[in-house]
Nanobody, 125 residues
Framework: VQLVESGGGTVQAGGSLILSCAANEDAFDAIEMAWFRQTPGGERDFVSGITRDGVTTVYADSVQGRFNISRDSAKNAVHLQMSALKSEDTAVYYC???????????????????WGQGTQVTVSS
């Protein structure tokens, strides 16, 4: 599975951005999708995930209420709508995918075998 992210950039604190991730997988509906982020010297942290059926979404506490994840099966894509951005949201954001038989969101980066190249999000204060 190849994943390509887009939509990163620089935004002022309080602003919004939408990240997108396109998958070249015909069986898109069989894969679970998630977003992680990483700062220099830091670990790759879970941000949000969505089950393959789109029914269940999970968010890190730090983004709950500000970020929204969704998937578009017609376009084999997942989106992360980010609002009320803070300087601490600055990071490289990665899209991740895994095959999933059960609709359950995993929050460990070790559970995802497929990754995008990452897209930089910078929030200026």
């Amino acid at each position: 599975v190849q994943l390509v992210e887009s939509g990163g950039g620089t935004v002022q604190a309080g602003g919004s951005l939408i990240l997108s991730c396109a998958a070249n997988e015909d069986a898109f509906d069989a894969i679970e999708m998630a977003w992680f982020r990483q700062t220099p010297g830091g670990e790759r942290d879970f941000v949000s995930g969505i089950t393959r059926d789109g029914v269940t979404t999970v968010y890190a506490d730090s983004v709950q209420g500000r970020f929204n994840i969704s998937r578009d099966s017609a376009k084999n894509a997942v989106h992360l709508q980010m609002s009320a951005l803070k300087s601490e949201d600055t990071a490289v954001y990665y899209c991740a995918a895994r095959s999933s038989l059960r609709p359950r969101v995993r929050q460990s980066s070790k559970d995802y075998p497929w990754w995008g190249q990452g897209t930089q999000v910078t929030v200026s204060s």
